[in-house]
């Protein structure tokens, strides 16, 4: 890996952690939400896991490292658990 395929991974996973720290804060104030406020709040955690399999797509084609294949596995088991209809479960992926 050169010098800038470096700087552009770090950038990646930088913007991936901060993803999956809001993801995970969202997830657990969404255990504790009234039930009206639960589908939005789902929406919203979506467009973040969306985003962030977005950086986890580009840092696969900088970086070249399977070990982004893995990251990228635990975020879609993710999503099955939000689609499942127990996003709380979702939490122990995301981390």
């Known amino acids: 890996m050169n010098v800038q395929q470096a700087i552009l991974t770090f950038s990646q996973s930088d913007k991936i952690k901060a993803g999956l720290i809001w993801s995970s804060q969202a997830l657990e104030a969404y255990i504790?939400?009234?039930?009206?406020?639960?589908?939005?709040?789902?929406?919203?955690?979506?467009i973040f896991i969306n985003t962030i399999m977005h950086d986890i797509h580009i840092a696969q084609k900088v970086a070249q490292d399977?070990?982004?294949?893995e990251v990228a596995r635990h975020m879609d088991m993710s999503i099955v658990m939000i689609d499942?209809?127990?996003p709380h479960e979702a939490t122990f992926h995301l981390g």
Do not use: A, C
């Not at 039930?35 to 929406?43: C, F, L, P, R």
């Not at 399977?66 to 294949?69: G, I």
């Open 66 to 69: 399977s070990l982004w294949n």
């Open 84 to 86: 499942s209809g127990v």
């Open 32 to 46: 504790h939400m009234p039930e009206d406020e639960k589908t939005g709040s789902i929406k919203i955690i979506r």
